[in-house]
């Protein structure tokens, strides 16, 4: 091991602890926000505590989202100089105006949101909330140009005087036919996480008043988490067919433009030519190294159709695309390439467990909405044992789902910093030492993990108070100059 290896566990730790609070944030955004406009429209008391409720549980969330972030940007000239100097101009631009824009947005807005109450016109301040919703689509969009330059790069030139690669087509890097799909995919997955923290909240508040209204104790307030709960299903359903939807297409583009992922998500080593159709095992015993495999559990044709959308269409194995790849970019010349131990291999068993995890989560977390609709259908309201269990894997899986598939994304892509342009190894500071990432390394690990205290704990405080009784906001007639109260 390596700094080289030491500054990508460093990276990958913070980045993914990161993204548990990003698709959370994006999702609950959402629903808080349709709560609202149904509160001002309806006039219902209960749409006001949902949203008053799931809106505390979003501000939490969002903090946390908001300081684990920080963090990210500073790796770049911390851990990833080299990277920086070379496509810093193309991947600063939409770093620089996520921040500037999308990230100030919600900001901003979300204060409005939270100290608005009796201060801001109802409709105004519903809107507030949708605003910060559309911030956090603004800088999900923006981060994930950048990251889909780094799968597929485009819109630069590469300048041989300062031996860096320059943007010359802002609007190309926008439109990458990898982020135009990738955007709403990565979105829906969201989706899926905010219903899923809806559907388990409301179904765990929902089963816990059942059971006092059993055991002879008022409990006025199953039906509003009942109605959370198959709300927050709903939305698992219909974004979890989006998510699929998406991933499929995502899946023929990834072939077209990175064919080495698709092999590593199959470990299939052995091309598969025209008309045999290459099959999908669902289940695989092999060697460490992923090259000896074994199916259990095989759907032929289907690797063909997630690659191709045909049943029988051509799928190129690892062992010819890494002599291509040698061919065509072992002999480039690009010094930043040349990285001969690597092979232009990722990690198999990584890649092929990702993938599988990532499709395995998304698909339990929608049988789970999907149960949760038929046990509460024509106003039921069970309080099987199991449900306790549900309701904690409804929001667990979906974003356990989201962040093995990004793992899957960023591994799968390896040993590539931005594919075709940079290797992984090529990207590193130089000056770097490894007793200076381990330092960094354990100070982020121990503050991340203190962090995840606080969050777990405030989440679950907030969770077992529930939402709070109806209470009539009225207008204040306060000096406008008074300073603004916190509305919880």
């Given at each position: 091991?390596?700094?080289?290896?030491?500054?990508?566990?460093?990276?990958?730790?913070?980045?993914?602890?990161?993204?548990?609070?990003?698709?959370?944030?994006?999702?609950?955004?959402?629903?808080?926000?349709?709560?609202?406009?149904?509160?001002?429209?309806?006039?219902?008391?209960?749409?006001?505590?949902?949203?008053?409720?799931?809106?505390?549980?979003?501000?939490?969330?969002?903090?946390?989202?908001?300081?684990?972030?920080?963090?990210?940007?500073?790796?770049?000239?911390?851990?990833?100089?080299?990277?920086?100097?070379?496509?810093?101009?193309?991947?600063?631009?939409?770093?620089?105006?996520?921040?500037?824009?999308?990230?100030?947005?919600?900001?901003?807005?979300?204060?409005?949101?939270?100290?608005?109450?009796?201060?801001?016109?109802?409709?105004?301040?519903?809107?507030?909330?949708?605003?910060?919703?559309?911030?956090?689509?603004?800088?999900?969009?923006?981060?994930?140009?950048?990251?889909?330059?780094?799968?597929?790069?485009?819109?630069?030139?590469?300048?041989?005087?300062?031996?860096?690669?320059?943007?010359?087509?802002?609007?190309?890097?926008?439109?990458?036919?990898?982020?135009?799909?990738?955007?709403?995919?990565?979105?829906?997955?969201?989706?899926?996480?905010?219903?899923?923290?809806?559907?388990?909240?409301?179904?765990?508040?929902?089963?816990?008043?059942?059971?006092?209204?059993?055991?002879?104790?008022?409990?006025?307030?199953?039906?509003?988490?009942?109605?959370?709960?198959?709300?927050?299903?709903?939305?698992?359903?219909?974004?979890?067919?989006?998510?699929?939807?998406?991933?499929?297409?995502?899946?023929?583009?990834?072939?077209?433009?990175?064919?080495?992922?698709?092999?590593?998500?199959?470990?299939?080593?052995?091309?598969?030519?025209?008309?045999?159709?290459?099959?999908?095992?669902?289940?695989?015993?092999?060697?460490?190294?992923?090259?000896?495999?074994?199916?259990?559990?095989?759907?032929?044709?289907?690797?063909?159709?997630?690659?191709?959308?045909?049943?029988?269409?051509?799928?190129?194995?690892?062992?010819?695309?890494?002599?291509?790849?040698?061919?065509?970019?072992?002999?480039?010349?690009?010094?930043?390439?040349?990285?001969?131990?690597?092979?232009?291999?990722?990690?198999?068993?990584?890649?092929?467990?990702?993938?599988?995890?990532?499709?395995?989560?998304?698909?339990?977390?929608?049988?789970?909405?999907?149960?949760?609709?038929?046990?509460?259908?024509?106003?039921?309201?069970?309080?099987?044992?199991?449900?306790?269990?549900?309701?904690?894997a409804a929001p667990l899986l979906p974003v356990f789902g989201n962040s093995f598939g990004w793992i899957f994304t960023e591994v799968g892509r390896q040993p590539w910093l931005v594919f075709g342009l940079m290797t992984t190894g090529n990207g590193v500071s130089p000056g770097v030492s490894m007793g200076y990432v381990i330092t960094s390394l354990a100070v982020y690990t121990l503050l991340y993990g203190a962090l995840a205290v606080v969050e777990v704990k405030l989440f679950?405080?907030?969770?077992?108070?529930?939402?709070?009784?109806?209470?009539?906001?009225?207008?204040?007639?306060?000096?406008?100059?008074?300073?603004?109260?916190?509305?919880?």
């Amino acid at each position: 091991m390596d700094a080289t290896d030491l500054a990508r566990w460093q990276f990958a730790i913070t980045t993914v602890y990161h993204y548990l609070f990003v698709p959370i944030t994006i999702g609950l955004s959402l629903v808080v926000a349709w709560f609202h406009t149904r509160w001002v429209r309806t006039r219902n008391p209960e749409w006001l505590r949902l949203a008053k409720f799931y809106g505390k549980l979003f501000t939490i969330n969002f903090a946390l989202g908001l300081v684990t972030g920080i963090v990210q940007e500073f790796q770049f000239g911390m851990n990833w100089s080299d990277y920086s100097r070379f496509v810093g101009d193309i991947f600063g631009a939409p770093l620089a105006i996520e921040a500037l824009l999308a990230f100030f947005l919600e900001s901003t807005f979300l204060g409005l949101w939270i100290f608005g109450w009796g201060r801001l016109p109802e409709r105004l301040h519903a809107a507030m909330m949708w605003v910060v919703h559309v911030g956090t689509l603004l800088s999900a969009y923006f981060i994930l140009a950048a990251n889909s330059f780094m799968q597929h790069p485009v819109g630069y030139q590469y300048n041989p005087a300062t031996g860096r690669a320059e943007l010359t087509d802002f609007l190309a890097v926008l439109t990458n036919k990898v982020q135009l799909i990738t955007f709403p995919h990565v979105i829906l997955a969201a989706y899926m996480v905010g219903g899923g923290v809806v559907m388990g909240v409301g179904l765990h508040l929902m089963r816990r008043e059942a059971l006092k209204a059993e055991a002879g104790t008022p409990a006025p307030d199953v039906p509003l988490y009942r109605k959370a709960a198959r709300i927050g299903a709903v939305l698992t359903l219909v974004a979890g067919l989006g998510v699929a939807v998406t991933g499929d297409i995502q899946g023929k583009i990834m072939t077209e433009v990175q064919p080495m992922k698709m092999a590593a998500a199959e470990a299939l080593y052995d091309s598969v030519p025209e008309g045999e159709g290459a099959p999908f095992s669902v289940l695989t015993v092999g060697s460490l190294d992923g090259q000896h495999t074994r199916a259990l559990i095989e759907v032929p044709g289907l690797l063909s159709f997630l690659a191709t959308g045909s049943f029988d269409g051509a799928v190129q194995g690892i062992n010819d695309l890494r002599e291509e790849y040698l061919a065509t970019f072992g002999a480039s010349g690009n010094p930043r390439v040349q990285d001969p131990a690597t092979h232009f291999v990722p990690n198999v068993p990584t890649t092929y467990w990702s993938f599988r995890l990532m499709m395995g989560a998304g698909f339990a977390a929608a049988g789970i909405g999907a149960a949760v609709l038929w046990l509460t259908r024509k106003g039921r309201v069970p309080t099987h044992r199991w449900l306790h269990w549900a309701a904690i894997a409804a929001p667990l899986l979906p974003v356990f789902g989201n962040s093995f598939g990004w793992i899957f994304t960023e591994v799968g892509r390896q040993p590539w910093l931005v594919f075709g342009l940079m290797t992984t190894g090529n990207g590193v500071s130089p000056g770097v030492s490894m007793g200076y990432v381990i330092t960094s390394l354990a100070v982020y690990t121990l503050l991340y993990g203190a962090l995840a205290v606080v969050e777990v704990k405030l989440f679950l405080t907030y969770v077992r108070r529930g939402a709070e009784p109806y209470e009539p906001e009225e207008p204040t007639d306060s000096d406008e100059d008074a300073p603004l109260v916190f509305a919880y």
